[in-house]
């Protein structure tokens, strides 16, 4: 299973951006997905969680300003993020649990990271 992130890049305090991330290879089932930071400096941190009954929890800095969610035809998850504050500054890594049979157990998988940097 592999992921890949994207939709990183450069935006004002104030405004938004949204993250992607695609699971490919062989999947059987998708549990959990999860979106995490790590700022420099900083251990990596929680941001959005979204479990598969589409059951949500978010990271307090982060909470109304967020929106987790996951396309499963797609094998995707989002993160849009609106009200951006240079505190939001960071590497984001999606995260989620599969396997690729259904008697496996399930794994977790990572994706490469992607820059959010938030700044006038």
């Known amino acids: 299973v592999q992921l890949q992130a994207s939709g990183g890049g450069l935006v004002q305090p104030g405004g938004s951006l949204g993250l992607s991330c695609v699971a490919s290879g062989s999947i059987f089932s998708i549990n959990a997905m999860y979106w995490y930071r790590q700022a420099p400096g900083k251990q990596r941190e929680l941001v959005a969680a979204?479990?598969?009954?589409?059951?949500?929890n978010y990271a307090d800095s982060v909470k109304g300003r967020f929106t987790i969610s996951r396309d499963n035809a797609k094998n995707t998850v989002y993160l849009q993020m609106n009200s951006l504050k240079p505190e939001d500054t960071a590497v984001y890594y999606c995260?989620?649990?599969?396997?690729?049979?259904?008697?496996?157990?399930?794994?977790?998988?990572w994706g490469q990271g992607t820059q959010v940097t938030v700044s006038s």
């Open positions: 979204l479990t598969s009954d589409g059951m949500t």
């Open positions: 995260n989620i649990y599969a396997k690729s049979r259904a008697a496996m157990p399930f794994n977790s998988y």
